[in-house]
């Protein structure tokens, strides 16, 4: 499975990549407008933490079809591989997700809400489908649609990787990978909340001041 971090925080990138195993950053407008940095210098501060086989996915902003194919060919120009572009699931992001795939792009499609229009977007040849979890439940359903969206994906033969999205919490991420998802996009905040246990660290510290007090030191030998 990828773990990708949800963010524009590049440090934060660097930190959560140094303890875990991470496979690359999505950021989306509302993301890079709160970091108050512009889309140039966080593009530039992420590919200079991301190793090169780290994905990186930005996302167009333009909603008609010139301007996202626009968009489009400037993000993927960023860096010769695993790059991608994000393109919402409209009418006219489903046209430009066909038309990027037929230029070569890497392409995720993005702001899903339901299965069957991330079925869709896996036909018109996207590598990538980036179902909205938490956004979803409010809606009604969110983990069983991208289960659905799973076997949908399973039954037809189709290799587009499910990298499922907003999360809130750490109970959500658990059911899909239970699930099999591909790859998930979580905000370094909710990866860190995934591995932290009080437990760990009491145990740590038991240890610790059990071997001390044998002992006298704090390493092995
Ligand atoms: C995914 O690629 C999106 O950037 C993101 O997960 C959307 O999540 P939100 O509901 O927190 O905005």
């Known amino acids: 499975m990828e773990l990708v971090l949800d963010t524009a925080d590049a440090q934060a990138v660097k930190e959560v990549s140094e303890v875990l195993t991470v496979s690359g950053v999505t950021t ?3 993301i890079i407008t ?3 940095k512009t889309p140039e210098q966080v593009a530039d501060e992420m590919l200079n933490v991301l190793s090169d086989d780290q994905s ?3 996302q167009t902003v333009a909603t008609d079809f010139e301007g996202m194919m626009a968009d489009a060919r400037k993000i993927c120009s960023l860096r010769s591989k695993n ?3 994000k393109i919402p699931v409209t009418h006219t992001g489903l046209r430009a997700i066909k038309a990027a795939k037929a230029e070569g792009l890497g392409v995720l499609a993005t702001a899903i809400y339901n299965a069957d229009a991330a079925f869709m977007a896996a036909m018109n040849g996207a590598d990538y489908l980036a179902p909205y979890v938490n956004r979803m439940e409010s809606y009604g359903d969110g983990i069983g649609q991208v289960m659905d969206l799973l076997e949908m994906l399973s039954i037809n033969n189709m290799s587009t990787k499910v990298i499922a999205a907003s999360f809130k919490n750490p109970h959500q991420v658990h059911e899909l990978i239970v699930a099999g998802i591909q790859a998930v996009t979580i905000p370094p905040a909710v990866a860190w909340s995934m591995i932290d246990h009080p437990g760990t660290q009491i145990a740590v510290d038991e240890f610790s001041a059990a071997w001390r007090e044998a ?5 092995f030998m």
């Open 83 to 85: 790059m991608y572009v």
């Open 56 to 58: 990186f996915f930005m």
């Open 34 to 36: 709160k970091s108050g």
């Open 28 to 30: 989306n407008p509302t």
């Open 215 to 219: 002992f006298g030191r704090d390493t």
